[in-house]
């Protein structure tokens, strides 16, 4: 049987090592799924690879991944059963709960977790769940008005009226997964306030995260400097303070695994405590009768390091080195040798027993891979001398970069070539001079009010001697090197490459080893051959914004909406698309016209990718270097035909009717990209130039609203292929269902973004092909799959 950690039974012939990898493939064998099997099918499979695995005979590997298989399935099952059903949705619903974690404030509104108490008295489909929501000020409240919202508080409970969805975010090339952080997060709806100024405090704020927010607000206090919020994210882990530029620094630094509490840090902590426990042992010796010195160490280190993972709000790399100090400080007490490697695999074990789905998140694969390469690397690290020591620094952070550069590129899609430079100086400096002098701090703080400060002054002086040395590294050429995205077996053969690199010297054929990392650092970008052309419509929520690409240039036609400290379709669309599929530079960005949705995101598109054109109508807000897109410009690439086909010269400048109207032709196909204009534009269309409207491709105007799509329009076009990119459950029932079906009785395929994700189109001489990045990259989380399921529509109707 399992014992109450979790660990695997004793009588398993195999390595623990084995044992963790076999777990390791069974639960992601599961979580690879693009759908999960029913729930029965799981049950049994857990039942009979458990009942394998305790038998502990030649089939108990088998019976681990069984085990395994079926152990994620069942996780993944009942939290995807408990995110919020459709009756619920976009119904205000009044719920009382406790707010976990730190409230991330912001000059536009507070982001907050939510969990809703279980008693009876609370909606049944919501009862005991975590909600993710978000508090807006009202628009009528003065700037000198207090808001109800900065009252919110972790550990305070409250009564609210929400209005909630499912979980369900975008998918695009290189963008990030909601969807799947929802899953990890246990999160079962997302939703905002309806009602502020109704909402009411139930009890004042209690608990760990209670404590933590009032201490980060005593280090703000104190700390009257600029790093005062790197104290707080190294004491804490209470990153809020930090914006997108000391964000976008550590990113380019490789610095991001040290600014918040990491593994080591609890280390330091654990030590810490044991060291206190042995030095009170040596002092009172009479305490020995009671318990065996190296017990209350060890007994002392496991509490340091529990305590210290609550202070940071149990992130998962905390908890995982508290696994990994309970597993040896254990082998220590019932005096049974420990390998490393084994404490590592016993850790592995622990954690995916207790929650599988940890293996999505990205600190379980560094973290685990990490140490598992510097055991492999470097087993017999003893060096006493300094200068042993340094060489076996120098050799860890080599063992690192190497070995852990495949999995970054591919979690990531980035590498900081400056990184392992900053890392050589900010890994001793921070761990061992600033956090230190931070928790110190913390400490002192917590036995009594203002004793702290000096400590965190300190910190805050020490942090700031290398702070600037970092800033420049990430600004050097060495900053971060963006890769496309590449093939499934680009990771294998990476890690296969690494490994070779690694092996003792003597080894032949280490410079070849270099050829099996060229499919992650260098892939196939898979650009249109000439006089082909490809366009990818992304998925920017209720906006627009296409991506067109020939052999040697690209255009971006929109860049979606941007909200102020808020939502930036460029910032978290565009530019990761950018990067992802391997464009190092925009040629022309067009701004079809000066709405939100299609012009908000075009700031952060300028500052990563400054293009080398522009075009926006007349009477629209100004470009830098902007141009008129009037009717008749054309240009040619590499084959391919742009002509502009609206606004006409000296139109005026009529908003939504007067967005640039584009025609691609590639390969003896076409595409129209319909920005904005409705059914008068069309027609007036269809009179002047009926044949430029005959086309394979169409993105539809005004995201398929019912002023949009002409009847004669539609027809004239003779699209096969309709795409509209419109935000799922939107304000504007967009897109129209009338309007739909319209494109659909004239043959079209129609396709809209927040069901496919990302649309790619390559107008190709063997023909138009589709793909759309949900089908391509399905996934068992896949919200919109799953709803559409449910609810047995495509899309949702008015």
Known sequence: MHDAAGTPPRSNPHGLPTTALALLAGVGACLLLPRLPPWPLLAAAFACGLGLWLRAGRAALAGVLLCGFGLAGLHAAATLAQQLPPALEQHDARVRGEILDLPQADPRGTRFLLRVD??????????????RLSWYDAYSRAPSQPRPRDRLRAGSRWELVVRLRAPRGLRNPGGFDSEKQALLDRIAATGYVRDPEGARELAPPRGIDAWRERMSARIAQAVAVPSSRFVRALALGDTRGLDDIDWETLRAAGLTHLIAISGFHVGLVAGF?????????????????????VHAAGIACVLGALGYAA????????????????????????????????????????????????????????????????????????????GGRLREFVSAQAVATIGLLPLGVMLFGQASL????????????????????????TALEALHAGLGAWCWRLAAWTF?????????????????????????????????????????????????????????????????????????????????????????????????????DGFDAGERVDVPAL?????????????????????????????????GRAYTPDGAPPLPGGRSCVAGTEWNWDGVRFRFLHPPRDFPYLDNESGCVLRIEAAGHAALLMADVGEVIERRLLRE???????????????GSRGSSDPAFVAATGAREAMISAG??????????????????????????????????????????????????????????RQAETAGLSYRPE
Not at 428 to 433: A, D, G, Q, R, Y
Not at 499 to 516: I, Q, S, T, Y
Not at 689 to 703: F, K
């Open 118 to 131: 279980g008693d009876a008295s609370q909606p049944a489909g919501l009862r005991g769940k975590r909600l």
């Open 273 to 293: 405590f044991a060291l206190l426990a042995s030095l009170a042992w040596r002092s009172w010796p009479a305490l020995g009768r009671h318990m065996p010195r």
């Open 311 to 386: 202070v940071a709000g149990f992130a998962l790399p905390t908890l995982r080195t508290v696994l990994m100090i309970a597993v040896v400080v254990g082998a220590r007490l019932f005096r049974r040798a420990q390998r490393a490697v084994d404490a590592l695999a016993l850790a592995a074990l622990a954690m995916l027993l207790v929650d599988p789905l940890s293996l999505l998140s990205a600190g379980f694969w560094l973290s685990f891979a990490g140490v598992a390469w510097l055991l492999w690397c470097l087993p017999d690290a003893n060096a006493r001398s300094w």
């Open 418 to 441: 400056a990184g392992p430079i900053a890392n050589l100086l900010a890994i001793p400096w921070w761990s061992l001079v600033v956090v230190p002098l931070a928790l110190a701090g």
């Open 464 to 564: 700031d001697l290398a702070w600037p040395l970092f800033e420049r590294l990430a600004h050097s050429p060495l900053a971060l090197w963006w890769l496309p995205e590449a093939r499934w077996f680009a990771l294998p053969l990476a890690l296969l490459g690494g490994l070779w690199l690694l092996l003792p010297r003597g080894v032949p054929g280490k410079p070849l080893a270099l050829l099996l990392w060229l499919p992650l650092l260098w892939p196939d970008r898979r650009l249109p051959a000439q006089g082909e052309a490809e366009l990818t419509v992304l998925d920017v929520g209720q906006g627009l914004s296409v991506l067109v690409r020939t052999t040697r240039h690209t255009l971006l036609y929109d860049m979606g909406p941007a909200v102020r």
């Open 579 to 611: 990067h992802a599929l391997g464009v190092r530079a925009v040629d022309v960005a067009v701004v079809s016209h000066g709405d939100n949705d299609h012009a908000g995101g075009f700031p952060a598109l300028a500052r990563a990718f400054p293009p």
């Open 689 to 703: 130039a009926p044949v430029d409207l005959r086309a394979d491709v169409v993105v539809v105007g005004h995201h």
């Open 728 to 785: 799922w459950g939107n304000r504007f029932h967009h897109p129209h269902r009338a309007v739909v079906q319209r494109w659909r009785d004239a043959g079209a395929n129609v396709r809209v973004t927040f069901d496919d994700g990302a649309d790619r189109v390559r107008l190709a001489a063997t023909g138009v092909t589709v793909s759309a990045r949900r089908a391509a990259l399905p996934r068992l989380w896949d919200a919109a799959r």
